[in-house]
């Protein structure tokens, strides 16, 4: 442990502390819902790396495809060859049930941001406008464009500027901290957990507001005629786990509808089977939220870099052949990942499993909360379960640090956990094979970390 601790500290001092590092070990090696440290911890996963081995760690399904792929070619490069068969097998896969029916044309590259890079360039030539809006609390990524449209915390954007213009940000419905949230804390509820079998309460009064703002937004601030689309992600990642309420999503696409705006979903955290459908934004279809273009990343390919843009057939449109490309997009391996990933959830009942998961975790952090009145919210859909701390007490208040410092105590039971957004939020986010028994496992040990820090 010596020399780990000698070689560590080499690395640090040759990695920028730009990179924030929520532990200090080296990881050895990854099975399913676990990974060892080279220090011969076991530590139990509940990030899935941010929500990307969601096969979990080295399914054996994708490990074979990935050495079949590397021994047959990894690089047919896009612009020198029409394709290599593992992407005409993705195609097929994608047309064939888990991409929407109406988004029949794809666009691969490497990483979300450069996914949501290229959904700007798409919806500004298909539509011949520039502006684009963003909603409050997203994350889209650390390019300069992605980074441009992110707001979920200052740090991703501080000393970079200036940033691209051209970008608005619309209020994002926050239930729990809305201007009703006095009326509706009155009505005693503090945990809204938001689907089946968790019903929330329809307290929701505030759900026709932000839909108000982007028409208010659209008068004074950006002109329908410059405006080309809308970015949101259908549960808010990086920003803490927050669904819209009921009709938000319903009145965003006839907003959107009534100006000729595209509308983009961000399903780099939210898609590839996390909240227990393909697809984040098809947890609230209520009469028709369907994007024009669709971000996909992280999970889609159990950790292999992998990501890419579905739209509509008529948006690549304009664009004039050349204009879109990248030297690694469509790369052999990562696609047969892909494919192998697609596989998996398919026949794993992976989708089913999320749910379920997803609910067996939910209730059991709401059988926590009922001991620590400390968690104020339990939110989010399938296997993308955010938890808000408050005052110790259930106030709406919650001291400075307190998910850090659960997140803390989590690693020193040896369970990975992360914290999200700029309110006190941590978030489990598994692999989407998790077992009932992992999930007992997490359960009782994000226990005892709360017991350890709030008492
Ligand atoms: N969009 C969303 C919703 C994300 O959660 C992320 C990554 N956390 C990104 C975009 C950026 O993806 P990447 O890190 O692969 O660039």
């Not at 009145?373 to 106030?395: A, W």
């Not at 692999?431 to 496992?441: G, Q, R, W």
């Amino acid at each position: 442990s010596k020399s780990v601790a000698q070689a560590l500290s080499k690395f640090y001092t040759q990695s920028p502390a730009a990179v924030s590092k929520l532990n200090d070990f080296i990881a050895k090696r990854g099975e399913g819902s676990w990974v060892w440290t080279t220090e011969g911890r076991k530590l139990l996963d509940m990030t899935s790396g941010i929500g990307v081995t969601s096969t979990g760690h080295c399914h054996p399904t994708v490990v074979k495809a990935v050495q079949e792929q590397a021994a047959t070619i990894v690089h047919a490069q896009q612009n020198i060859f029409g394709s290599h068969e593992k992407a005409v097998e993705l195609y097929d896969k994608f047309s064939n049930g888990v991409m929407p029916s109406h988004l029949s044309r794809y666009f691969l590259c490497n990483s979300g941001a450069e996914a949501v890079d290229n959904a700007i360039k798409i919806v500004r030539s298909c539509t011949g406008r520039q502006n684009i809006i963003a909603f409050d609390g997203g994350y889209h990524g650390r390019t300069i464009g992605s980074m441009s449209l992110t707001t979920s915390k200052t740090v991703y954007r501080q000393g970079f500027g200036p940033l691209m213009p051209g970008v608005f940000v619309a209020p994002y419905p926050n239930c729990l901290h809305c201007k009703t949230q006095a009326e509706w804390k009155r009505a005693g509820y503090h945990i809204q957990p938001s689907y089946p079998p968790f019903d929330a309460p329809d307290c929701r009064k505030c759900c026709g507001s932000p839909a108000e703002a982007l028409e208010w937004m659209l008068l004074m601030q950006t002109a329908p005629m410059d405006t080309a689309a809308v970015i949101l992600e259908p549960v808010l990642g990086e920003g803490g786990f927050l669904s819209p309420p009921p009709g938000f999503m319903k009145n965003l696409r006839a907003i959107c509808d009534k100006h000729g705006i595209m509308v983009i979903a961000d399903e780099v955290q939210s898609g590839a089977a996390r909240t227990g459908k393909w697809w984040g934004h098809q947890q609230f279809d209520d009469g028709g939220m369907r994007p024009d273009l669709m971000i996909f990343a992280k999970g889609m390919a159990s950790g292999y870099p992998f990501a890419g843009v579905a739209a509509r057939a008529d948006a690549f449109e304009k664009m004039a052949p050349g204009t879109m490309g990248g030297t690694y997009g469509g790369n052999a391996v990562a696609c047969a990942a892909a494919v192998a990933t697609i596989e998996v959830i398919e026949k794993e009942g992976l989708l089913r499993n999320a749910h379920e998961r997803g609910i067996q975790l939910t209730q059991g952090i709401l059988d926590l909360a009922n001991r620590h009145p400390t968690i104020i919210d339990v939110r989010g859909r399938g296997l993308m379960v955010g938890v808000e701390f408050g005052s110790k007490d259930g106030g709406l208040v919650a001291p400075k640090g307190i998910a850090t410092a659960v997140a803390k105590a989590c690693i020193k039971h040896d369970m990975l956990l992360m914290t999200a957004g700029a309110r006190e939020c941590v978030r489990f986010l598994p692999s989407l094979n998790i077992s009932a028994a992992e999930v007992d496992i997490a359960l009782k040990l994000f226990g005892q970390a709360l017991d350890e820090v709030v008492g």
